[in-house]
């Protein structure tokens, strides 16, 4: 939940907006009440696409298809205008996270609640084919989970079961991982597909994991249509139970009234009656309750959310540290178009008998990032665009409970506030892209401008808020204060080119290797990179970092090459083609200083003018100075998760699909050992002095060489996140409270915690010999410096934009100066 901004809307129809509940690419969902008290999500589109009309027409079929669906198990909609000038859609509001959420921040459901939940998505699934509709995307972040019930939401791109589209025709929508086969082909789709996407979504809440899983949208697909769904970590019955869901062929699925049979014999309503929830869910339920029946206290109406930050809108939950004021607004005259029309059958704001009163939401301060929040406003891959294989896009918006806004949803983190009269950095001009001469160059992109936000006075409603959100919420009795110790430092250097990709910069002899699209390696001094050292063009847009091995910096080409170049001059010193039988899409890391790893596919040809693709992610030993790429017998099976292996010299380390850390010998590829973790094992490994460390619910410090236990930790509530390392120190973020640990390597013993901000626990920490820097929840945010020796929060460091799913990226040299990419901007800043 957020404040509103000063470009949205006091009003649509007769409803008075209270908060922003998310924002996505094609519209924002908000928070509001009725005249009559009723509070609500309302679902409106954004004015710059209303010239679109199309658009505007999916939009009045969504109206339709929502208002047709009724059911328990639905978030029923009580009111509409499309025809406004900015079109809305009321919902009823449902407290509950998703089932995204709740799974990122708690773990999986124990087998009880998942028969319930797959009980009532199946009677929510007979109401919408009674409807004559099939939802299409159905997906852990388009599932509710309300105190006497499951509620799917989202009908944003719905088809009607008679084949009439109600979006775009020729496009492939939809969350790649909770897909049916026939849709991922291309082929008819029935209500037989939702059966098959409840299974994934089955999947996921039993287990943290969906069924299929690829580093690539094709490999993905091909996952879905051809290879046997990875159930490790469902127990029984439910594996039986999604088998019958996840059967390849359309026509031998389970029917929705059989599988809800099956999970509740006795009917859902007998199963959820006296609580079907896990303890910690049920908890952030009432939280969220809690946080809104203190907006609904104003004393003359429902508080509305304000932001007094200028360059930055604080997130609504955190009164103390964000500076938010909250003031009720004045009355206005109705900003739509009048109320619903008739001719869609809704009753207007009026609350049936029985609801009256406001319906209850908060915030959940535990929830991890990647959740894949349902209020991000959109419903509609727009103009074109394909929805993305994950939910971190802002596609397939909902009518839940929830913050995120963008990329995964979720909710909002606070952010860290400068102490008095110091402000975090924030660039006065903006730097030109830089336009390099010659066949080298860097291909320009205008960034996103910084927006303000409408400044309120605080009004006697903030005491009476901020005291309720701060009573909502848990607090840490020794926790020290968030502010940081001071302003952040002024760059050395800027430097602005093309759109950055997503990998942290290398360092070789003082000069910083970036990556940008469309394929440039880019060469940034640390004393001064305004401008490129140089530019090679022509790379693979492979989201990995250059590797430095064989007396060059190395990078991917097109197919299978693989391009060497001086990391002086910029000047190319190889190209190796393996051929028409490899194809390499991911660079991993250097095995040694003539061999590099790579995922890729090796193609078994069948004639001469045919290639069949025979593996996918596939993982290759790169001999450079052989010129021979070798498989190492890595498995699908094995590589169920994004494979971001450690590679040092002897040993390739990971986390593999079946949740184990693995270790293999890079000479012949065999494993040398396996360690259990379980289903909350995170992707990100570290090694240092001989020790891997592995994180999800506990820290554990594991032998190289046998895999032996070292020593263990756990925090004290929720779980740990993501790592770095540097020197003797093994750092780890934590979610409960959010902040940053840091550990004796060798012993494990406790060297001190910082207690910060929400954080971006998707990114791993970066760790110096000064400092320790980790990213903010939202982008917008920034980073945070940590001091190494002390563990104190030094500065907050941003430059305002929000790049939705373009994180930053941060690389600390050893001469102590951070490298840190967002979006098109490189910036170099100064050790502390």
């Keep these: 939940m957020e404040p509103l901004g000063s470009d949205d809307p006091e009003e649509l129809g007769p409803y008075r907006l209270v908060a922003r509940l998310g924002a996505g690419g094609m519209g924002r969902v908000y928070l509001a009440r009725s005249p009559q008290g009723r509070t609500v999500a309302v679902k409106a589109i954004r004015p710059e696409l209303m010239g679109d009309k199309n658009f505007r027409i999916r939009f009045r079929r969504e109206v339709e298809a929502a208002g047709a669906v009724g059911g328990r198990y639905t978030a029923p909609v009580v009111d509409a205008d499309p025809e406004a000038p900015i079109p809305w859609l009321a919902t009823d509001y449902i407290a509950g996270p998703t089932l995204a959420e709740a799974v990122a921040a708690h773990g999986p459901l124990p087998v009880e609640s998942v028969l319930v939940l797959g009980a ?24 509710l989970l309300a105190a006497d019930g499951p509620r799917v939401i989202d009908f944003g791109i719905v088809r009607a079961s008679d084949g009439y589209d109600l979006t775009r025709s020729g496009a492939l929508f939809g969350s790649f991982e909770y897909m049916c086969p026939e849709q991922a082909t291309g082929e008819p789709l029935g209500p037989e597909g939702d059966v098959f996407s409840l299974g994934s979504v089955l999947t996921f809440a039993a287990s943290g994991h969906a069924p299929f899983s690829g580093s690539a949208a094709a490999t993905l697909l091909y996952q879905v249509v051809h290879s046997a769904p990875d159930l490790t970590g469902v127990p029984e019955p439910l594996d039986k139970i999604i088998s019958l869901c996840l059967t390849k062929d359309p026509r031998l699925r389970i029917t929705p009234d059989k599988l809800a049979a099956a999970c509740a014999p006795g009917g859902v309503e ?22 809104v029946q203190t907006l609904d206290s104003g004393p003359d109406g429902p508080v509305v959310l304000r932001s007094t930050e200028s360059d930055h809108e604080r997130d609504a939950y955190d009164f103390q540290q964000e500076r938010l004021t909250y003031t009720p607004r004045p009355d206005r005259a109705t900003y739509g178009a009048g109320r619903g029309r008739a001719a869609y059958g809704f009753e207007g704001a009026e609350a049936p008998p029985g609801t009256d009163g406001p319906s209850t939401l908060g915030t959940d301060a535990s929830s991890t990032r990647d959740s894949g929040g349902p209020y991000d406003g959109s419903g509609y891959p727009g103009r074109g665009a394909e929805v993305p294989p994950t939910d971190r896009g802002g596609m397939g918006g909902g009518y839940g409970v929830g913050d995120g806004a963008d990329r995964t949803g979720g909710e909002s983190p606070s952010a860290a506030v400068p102490p008095a009269g110091a402000e975090p950095y924030s660039a006065p001009e903006e730097p030109e892209p830089y336009r390099a001469s010659g066949h080298r160059r860097a291909v320009p992109r205008p960034g996103p401008s910084r927006r303000t936000v409408l400044t309120v006075s605080a009004g006697s409603a903030a005491a009476a808020v901020g005291a309720g959100l701060v009573l909502s919420r848990r607090k840490e009795p020794s926790v020290r204060s968030l502010e940081p110790a001071g302003p952040a430092p002024k760059p ?8 950055l990709l997503q990998a942290p910069a290398v360092f070789q002899d003082g000069a910083a290797l970036v990556k940008t699209r469309p394929g440039d390696l880019v060469c940034l ?7 490129p050292k140089w530019v090679y063009e022509g790379i693979s847009q492979s989201p990995t970092p250059a590797v430095l091995a064989f007396d060059a910096a190395i990078a991917l080409g097109e197919g299978s090459t693989v391009i060497g170049v001086d990391p002086v001059d910029g000047t190319e010193r190889f190209t190796i ?12 890391g250097a095995v040694d200083d003539r061999a590099i790893s790579v995922i890729g596919v090796r193609l078994r040809r069948e004639s001469q003018e045919q290639g069949v693709a025979t593996s996918t992610d596939t993982v290759f030993g790169v001999d450079l100075a052989a010129r021979r790429a070798e498989v190492i017998p890595i498995s699908p099976e094995d590589v169920g998760i994004k494979l971001a292996p450690v590679i040092i010299p002897g040993y390739f380390v990971y986390a593999d699909g079946l949740r184990n850390v693995t270790v293999r010998d890079t000479e012949g590829s065999g494993v040398l050992w396996r360690h259990p973790v379980g289903y909350d094992l995170r992707p990100g490994l570290a090694v240092i002095n001989g020790t891997v460390f592995a994180i999800g ?27 770095g390392g540097y ?12 902040g940053v640990y840091a550990f004796n390597a060798g012993t494990g013993a406790r060297r001190w915690f910082c207690p910060t901000p929400r954080l971006n626990i998707d990114q791993p920490v970066t760790a110096g010999p000064d400092a320790v820097y980790v990213p903010a929840y939202k982008n917008k945010n920034g980073i945070y410096a940590i001091g190494a020796a002390k563990g104190r929060l030094l500065w907050n460091f941003t430059d305002g934009l ?16 951070l490298v840190a990419q967002h979006y098109d901007r490189t910036y170099g800043l100064p050790a502390p």
């Design 492 to 499: 050395l250097w800027t430097y602005r080119g093309g759109p």
């Design 577 to 588: 083609d393996f051929g028409p039988d490899f194809r390499f899409t991911t660079l991993l």
């Design 697 to 723: 619910r506990e820290l554990k410090a594991l032998d190289l060489g046998t895999g032996g236990l070292r020593w263990r930790v756990r925090p004290e509530r929720g779980m740990f996140a993501s790592l």
């Design 270 to 291: 007998q199963l959820a009656a006296d609580g079907w929830l896990p303890p910690s869910v049920t908890s952030s339920i009432a939280l969220r309750a809690a946080a």
């Design 802 to 817: 929000e790049t939705g799913v373009n994180d930053w990226q941060l690389a600390c040299d050893h001469s102590g100066v």
């Design 525 to 531: 001094d640390l004393k001064d990179g305004t401008r």
């Design 727 to 738: 020197g003797n120190t093994v750092y780890v973020t934590g979610t409960d409270p959010a």
């Design 120 to 143: 009532g998505i199946a009677e929510a699934l007979i109401s919408v084919q009674a409807a004559g509709l099939v939802h299409r995307d159905l997906k852990p972040s388009n599932v």
